[in-house]
């Protein structure tokens, strides 16, 4: 655990604070910020009362809001539970929460879009807020010895943004999973919604998230049925054994390399 960093499970007293570094917080809204030191990522639990609002301005990177239950609104639309709202780099919005809402929010320090990546630079022209529920995010699954299904936000070919995100499910794994040992060419953020991951000795509870660094190598088991949200600022690949090539993950490539894959990999903005 030298190399990664472990958050606090979220309180279940709110600490009065919103926390996230780059849109401004109004109303009953509350959030517990993990950004270790140094790293490229952060990530805030929020929890929004009623009518709360966040705001952003143009000094932003590509941000990502995960709602876990509750709702928001965004330009007339509606973020119901299990969407993700996308907010792009340099783009100003306004979201307004319908109800009491719990969701986890995802960025970058950066507050511009990632240029260097394996697929370059989004374009410059066009960005927006865009909104992307669960029966428009690409489901991948692998009926092989995972067995689970990645849920797949965001994996980066958007034309205006290259922002990663995923839902891991695990839920089909009763008595636990063990996975490979393998490592990104991307900083990312764990987030886990529901049962625990062990990395070694160091437990990962429901509501803690891990930050990984890029090039470092991992695996990690669980006891029982789990989930957790994977965010990261560009696309990545991954290199499983040692000496391998690296694979480019992406719902396209991922899917050529066996998986089964429903709807398209991004909702395009304005769609929702």
């Not at 958050?7 to 109303?27: E, F, I, K, L, W």
């Not at 067995?147 to 034309?159: I, K, R």
């Not at 050529?256 to 709807?263: N, P, Q």
Request: hydrophobic content about 40%; glycine content about 14%.
């Amino acid at each position: 655990m030298e190399t990664m960093w472990l958050s606090d499970p979220a309180p279940t007293v709110s600490n009065g604070s919103y926390g996230a570094p780059n849109c401004v917080a109004r109303g009953d809204v509350h959030g517990v910020l993990f950004h270790p030191d140094a790293f490229s990522l952060w990530r805030v639990d929020g929890q929004l009362g009623d009518d709360a609002v966040l705001e952003w301005d143009a000094g932003h990177g590509d941000e990502a809001l995960f709602v876990v239950s509750g709702a928001i609104d965004c330009e007339g639309r509606r973020v119901g539970e299990g969407s993700t709202l996308i907010v792009e780099a340099g783009v100003s919005a306004t979201v307004r929460s319908a109800g009491p809402t719990r969701a986890v929010h995802f960025g970058p320090t950066a507050i511009q879009a990632p240029a260097d990546g394996v697929l370059g630079a989004p374009a410059g022209e066009g960005r927006s807020v865009h909104i992307v529920r669960p029966e428009l995010a690409s489901s991948i699954h692998f009926s092989g010895g995972d067995g689970a299904t990645s849920v797949y936000f965001c994996d980066g070919t958007c034309p205006t943004c290259r922002i990663t995100l995923f839902l891991y499910d695990g839920s089909v794994f009763a008595d636990g999973y063990s996975g490979a040992s393998h490592f990104h060419s991307q900083d990312e953020i764990i987030h886990v919604l529901d049962g625990e991951l062990h990395f070694g000795p160091v437990i990962v509870a429901t509501g803690a998230s891990i930050a990984v660094p890029r090039d470092v190598r991992y695996s990690f088991r669980t006891s029982g049925p789990f989930r957790y949200l994977d965010y990261r600022a560009d696309v990545s690949t991954a290199v499983v054994a040692p000496g391998s090539d690296p694979v480019l993950e992406t719902v396209a490539n991922l899917t050529s390399l066996g998986g089964t894959a429903k709807k398209s990999p991004i909702a395009l903005p304005g769609g929702g």
